[in-house]
């Protein structure tokens, strides 16, 4: 099982602050995606990124994607209080004979007004 | 299309009884994932079909966890027997194929056992 590792675990910032969280894997993927889960609801794609060192821009959101495709990051310009929840990467692992999405633990932010 | 959709999105249930949680994929995709998460981490696969074929199972949690999708439609998911072990929020998600492993997901069933 290909293993991604989310860090920080827990972020608690004031709002108009920058922050950046991570994606980790020792693994090389061919793909990965962010997704957002406000408390209570299923989580929501963001981006997929594909090519290594790619950079894909959300409005105030930053997704890039490691040369070497092991690792990701988020970065977020002038947080603000509708920023807040659970930020989660995924990335495609083989089960049952096809790819399936595999989850980090993602990273619970929150945007204090 | 509204996109996926799960019933109940709350149920509260005693130990000992059994559970069944139903999902409808946005139609147009023939793949459908079922996630388990608990509080503080991150959804965790269970088990998932293409069409009407159920392709991994061996992921679910023990024997008192089964899954149908009849007609490669809408699913459902039963626990037998809950325990409180079991409570979680149970999520359902879909993709086409070809868009790989992009899902989208049902606004989850919370599950609590007493």
Redesign the interface.
């Known amino acids: 099982t290909q293993l991604l590792e989310q860090s920080p675990q827990f972020l608690s910032i004031q709002e108009g602050e920058n922050l950046t969280v991570y994606c980790n894997s020792s693994s090389v993927f061919s793909s990965l995606q962010w997704y957002r889960q406000e408390p209570g609801e299923g989580p929501v794609l963001l981006v997929t990124v594909v090519t290594g060192g790619e950079v894909k821009k959300l409005k105030r959101l930053t997704f890039q994607f490691g040369d070497a495709r092991k690792d990701s990051s988020l970065h977020i310009t002038a947080a603000q209080p509708g920023d807040t929840g659970l930020y989660l990467c995924a990335g495609p692992s083989v089960s049952g004979g096809s790819y399936i999405p595999t989850f980090g633990r993602g990273t619970s932010l929150i945007v204090h007004p | 299309d509204t996109g996926?959709s799960?019933d109940p999105r709350h149920k509260i249930t005693k130990r000992g009884q059994n559970v069944t949680f139903r999902c409808d994929p946005i139609s147009e995709h023939n793949r459908l994932?079922w996630?388990r998460q608990t509080l503080?981490?991150?959804?965790?696969?269970l088990t998932?079909f293409?069409n009407e074929a159920q392709?991994?199972k061996s992921?679910l949690l023990s024997d008192r966890f089964s899954a149908e999708r009849p007609k490669g439609s809408f699913s459902t998911l039963e626990i037998q027997r809950t325990e409180q072990g079991d409570s979680a929020m149970y999520?359902c998600?879909s993709?086409w194929?070809v868009a790989?492993?992009?899902?989208?997901?049902?606004?989850?069933t919370?599950l609590t056992v007493v």
């Open positions: 996926v799960q994932y996630y503080g981490q991150g959804p965790e696969f998932y293409q392709l991994e992921r999520l998600a993709s194929t790989g492993t992009e899902a989208f997901f049902g606004q989850g919370r």
